[in-house]
T-cell receptor, first 113, second 112 residues
């Protein structure tokens, strides 16, 4: 079974721009969570989607948003990029029948100049 | 909220055992997790333990859980150079929620 895939893998943007990252979960998984990893703050939870509904949200500003489609694929969007948004963005999926265990993708590395 | 703490660095010789420790403040979740991250990569699920277990063994990996002290440890037997990576302890806030709280990660360096 294919793992979690994320596109693009690398991205360079400038301050003020917006960016959209994509995540395809493992086949059959309906929950998708997003995390931000930075050297300073470590790994932080952004939000979780299940059946196209946001179920949990971390402590991030409204510039960070997401959505989930009927095929469980998810996108996250960051508007008005700031230098501090440079990070590795990780997506994880989990199965409704497999407990809460989350399987992570390779991440999208975003650099904001 | 949940607070998860790990030591930052551990250095061992190849063939020795490695023990990575983690403490957490509060979790009523059914599961607690260990993830591994190699340079430039995402997180790889290593193992997890049910909260009603004290110990779980999975090949070279042994997880110990002390719920009273809120202490979790990961032991890697016969550590190899390929085990060099950052290891994260991850704790969900409660059952059914997938908002993992991660420790800062322990960088394991294995010397030949």
């Amino acid at each position: 079974k294919a793992g979690v895939t994320q596109t693009p893998r690398y991205l360079i943007k400038t301050r003020g721009q917006q960016v959209t990252l994509s995540c395809s979960p493992i086949s059959g998984h309906r929950s998708v969570s997003w995390y931000q990893q930075t050297p300073g703050q470590g790994l932080q939870f952004l939000f979780e989607y299940f059946s196209e509904t946001q179920r949990n949200k971390g402590n991030f500003p409204g510039r960070f948003s997401g959505r989930q489609f009927s095929n469980s694929r998810s996108e996250m969007n960051v508007s008005t990029l700031e230098l501090g948004d440079s990070a590795l963005y990780l997506c994880a999926s989990s199965s409704p029948t497999g407990g809460e265990t989350q399987y992570f993708g390779p991440g999208t590395r975003l650099l904001v100049l | 909220g949940e607070d998860v703490e790990q030591s930052l660095f551990l250095s061992v010789r190849e063939g020795d055992s490695s023990v990575i420790n983690c403490t957490y403040t509060d979790s009523s979740s059914t599961y607690l997790y260990w993830y591994k991250q190699e340079p430039g990569a995402g997180l790889q699920l290593l193992t997890y333990i049910f909260s009603n277990m004290d110990m779980k063994q999975d090949q070279r990996l042994t997880v110990l859980l002390n719920k009273k002290d809120k202490h979790l440890s990961l032991r890697i037997a016969d550590t190899q150079t390929g085990d060099s990576a950052i290891y994260f302890c991850a704790v969900p806030p409660d059952t059914g929620r997938r908002a993992l709280t991660f420790g800062s990660g322990t960088r394991l360096q294995v010397q030949p």
